[in-house]
């Protein structure tokens, strides 16, 4: 079962531009997590957002909870080519487990 | 360098061969986790455990086992590999028992069965 759903799966975009991807589910979550992803290693937290409507700001990415706590957002202003990774969202609904988002491949051509 | 660290990096193996897959922190977390990633479907969780002694099943459980006899090492198993099982492997740990608590992850084992 697929609780949570990326959009777009992939992204391409020059330097500079901005960009949003989103996070969606039909289930409420207690927090949800943004991770980025590098080829060949593991992923790596970004942030956590745990109440709804919360905003979070780092750096250039701007993390959004929706206000019932289903859905997400990730803003990137003037996107540089170090912003290349696979996105990852993450929710939490219990005590121990995360589930994990289908992904987002961003590419910012330099 | 404290972190995670798993073993092998990457593996071919014949379909119906045993393979351990090795997984070893040294962050003193409590909770483990083992995932796989697959195209198009992101990480998903195969087994967890909570402390030392303890495991449970996550969302695709089934051709895998686990084990924790302690806190620093938490194995995987495929007792008879099968093709679907064709797929990169991250094995997690957390601090403590909040699911919003970071998770740190491995390199990632690639596996393939043919």
């Known amino acids: 079962t697929q609780l949570l759903k990326q959009s777009p799966q992939f992204l391409s975009i020059q330097e500079g531009e901005n960009l949003t991807v989103y996070c969606n589910s039909s289930s409420v979550f207690s927090s949800l997590q943004w991770y980025r992803q590098e080829p060949g290693e593991g992923p790596v937290l970004l942030v956590t957002v745990v109440t709804g409507g919360e905003v979070k700001k780092l750096k250039r990415l701007t993390f959004q909870f929706g206000d019932a706590r289903k859905d997400s957002s990730l803003h990137i202003t003037a996107a540089q080519p170090g912003d290349t990774g696979l996105y990852l969202c993450a929710g939490a609904t219990g005590a121990n487990n995360l589930f994990f988002g289908t992904g987002t491949r961003l590419t910012v051509i330099p | 360098i404290a972190g995670i660290t798993q073993a092998p990096t990457s593996q071919i193996l014949a379909a119906g061969r045993r393979m351990t897959l090795r997984c070893t922190q040294d962050m003193r977390h409590n909770a483990m986790y083992w995932y796989r990633q697959d195209l198009g479907l992101g990480l998903r969780l195969i087994h967890y455990?909570?402390?030392?002694?303890?495991?449970g099943k996550g969302e695709v459980p089934d051709g895998y086992s686990v084990s924790r006899a302690n806190t620093d090492d938490f194995p995987l198993t495929l007792a008879s590999a099968v093709p679907s099982q064709t797929s990169v492997y991250f094995c997690?740990?957390?601090?403590?028992?909040?699911?919003?608590?970071?998770?740190?992850f491995g390199p990632g084992t690639r596996l393939t069965v043919l």
């Open positions: 997690a740990s957390r601090r403590g028992a909040i699911a919003g608590d970071e998770q740190f």
């Open positions: 455990s909570n402390t030392a002694g303890t495991t």
